[in-house]
């Protein structure tokens, strides 16, 4: 994908993301989800999903929500995309983490990070970060599963 140079307006609105993942509910949120919420099969993975009322639940919905929103700033060109992607790593994260689960998630919602696996599509090195992570979450995952064995 040809780059174009980001402008001061792409670097308010990274910084005006930035600020919003720093509010207090969306901080544990995200703690939640990428610390705390570590699905080993697609029934784990559904558990908050299916938990309306829940912390959990509201808080799987506002940081996938807010990701999705965010990558949608750069799909429909009102962010730059290399820029964004230099600054914000946490999307494709949450897209290795939950690549395992994506095509059963999707029978129940089929635009279940729809977006990000877009973005991911468009740019090369989204690609390779997210090969990586999910390299890096694999690993993650043996580890744990063997220290519980």
């Known amino acids: 994908m040809e780059s174009t140079l980001a402008t001061a307006h792409d670097a308010e609105l990274v910084l005006k993301l930035y600020d919003l993942r720093r509010e207090e509910t969306m901080r544990k949120a995200r703690h939640w989800i990428a610390a705390e919420f570590n699905p080993q099969s697609f029934e784990e993975f559904m558990a908050p999903v299916q938990a309306w009322g829940t912390e959990q639940n509201a808080w ?10 965010a990558v949608a700033f750069v799909l429909h060109g009102a962010l730059n995309g290399d820029l964004f992607l230099d600054c914000n790593g946490e999307p494709l994260f949450l897209y290795a983490k939950f690549r395992p689960f994506l095509a059963e998630a999707r029978k129940v919602n089929p635009n279940f990070l729809m977006h990000t696996e877009r973005l991911i599509e468009r740019y090369p090195a989204a690609q390779e970060r997210v090969e990586s992570m999910a390299r890096a979450l694999e690993a993650r995952r043996t580890k744990a599963a063997e220290a519980r064995a």
């Open 60 to 69: 799987f919905r506002q940081v996938t929500s807010y990701w999705e929103m």
